[in-house]
């Protein structure tokens, strides 16, 4: 039997939950991009670099492609940006909710006790 969708939901959203994975799938939705080039970006060494890209190949959201002696990544669905715009849009809704909530707790002046 195979599994629930929600349970391949869970697992697909615990690939995205590394910073550096989501900052290559960014970096990928803009456009393909050579190694050389996801590097500096990503803020890592090369080898932790080399470990999430695999893990990112494994879970089949970013294709590789050998061009001489660079590797080329690209997303393999336009889906993936999607979603990453979309989170985007979510966050930015609650970081506004908790701005006005931060303003209004300094209106109210300091605690009293």
Do not use: C, W
């Not at 969708?5 to 290559?24: C, D, M, N, S, W």
């Not at 050389?36 to 060494?45: D, F, K, Q, S, T």
């Not at 001489?68 to 970081?95: D, K, M, N």
Request: cysteine-free; aromatic content about 4%; proline content about 5%.
């Amino acid at each position: 039997m195979s599994a629930p969708l929600y349970q391949l939901k869970a697992e697909f959203f615990k690939t995205l939950g590394h910073p550096v994975r989501i900052r290559v799938l960014e970096l990928l939705g803009e456009r393909e991009h050579a190694v050389a080039e996801i590097l500096p970006e990503a803020g890592v060494e090369a080898a932790s670099l080399s470990q999430q890209l695999a893990v990112l190949r494994g879970a089949n959201l970013v294709t590789s492609r050998r061009e001489g002696s660079h590797v080329h990544y690209a997303l393999t669905s336009p889906g993936i940006a999607e979603l990453l715009r979309v989170a985007r849009g979510i966050l930015s809704g609650v970081l506004e909710g908790r701005a006005e909530l931060l303003a209004d707790l300094r209106a109210a002046g300091p605690p009293r006790g």
